[in-house]
């Protein structure tokens, strides 16, 4: 499950990409891990067959995207940097199979818009998928409601399907080609999450 720093939970997630450098600090907790929002880089739901959930995996992709992540200063080389804006949380399913046409698939995907838009995907036995988007940009701010605006905004352009035989390398190159170009998340704000339970640190360093 992913976490804000108001509490907020996202639905549980069956694969969750994310960083353990700039936001080490994972809880667990009666056999769940917690993630913070803010380290996220990719989600994705696992279902034997893609045919009829691909709206359950847009709404899995949602409950992640809506949670509010922070962005704070951070020490670059010796260099202070302002906060930098909100990355770009990919969201996809993977399955095994897909018994249902390549068309219907593609309409489906595209019904899930703002936050639940489907970036890509992979039916091993069938195909792999990513989706264009007319707003390919970054999002233009550090703030909850920038990312929002930015889904909001981002329209399908089309969706691309490659060929069965070669499902998983193409998957595969295309997500490592799409976290690339997010680079490293945010820092968090620590002092965010701790000062639900009333306490903060001193980070008068980057002040």
Wanted: proline share 2%.
């Amino acid at each position: 499950m992913i976490i804000d720093h108001n509490g907020d939970v996202s639905d549980q997630i069956d694969i969750v990409i994310y960083d353990a450098l700039f936001t080490p600090f994972i809880f667990n907790q009666d056999d769940f891990k917690y993630i913070p929002a803010e380290a996220v880089y990719a989600v994705f739901e696992v279902k034997q067959d893609i045919k009829s959930n691909i709206e359950y995996a847009g709404k899995k992709i949602m409950s992640v995207r809506r949670l509010e992540r922070t962005s704070t200063k951070m020490i670059n080389s010796g260099r202070i940097l302002e906060p930098r804006n909100l990355t770009k949380i990919i969201g996809g399913i993977l399955t095994t199979s897909c018994t249902q046409s390549q068309e219907n698939i593609k309409s489906n995907i595209m019904k899930q818009k703002g936050l639940a838009a489907i970036d890509c995907g992979c039916c091993i036995d069938s195909f792999a998928f990513h989706s264009k988007f007319k707003n390919e940009g970054v999002i233009k701010g550090p703030y909850q409601e920038d990312a929002v605006k930015f889904y909001e905004e981002n329209n399908y352009e089309e969706v691309k399907f490659c060929y069965k035989d070669k499902s998983l390398l193409i998957f595969f190159l295309q997500l490592f080609n799409d976290l690339k170009e997010i680079g490293s998340v945010p820092a968090i704000d620590i002092n965010a999450y701790l000062s639900s339970g009333g306490a903060t640190i001193d980070d008068d360093i980057i002040e």
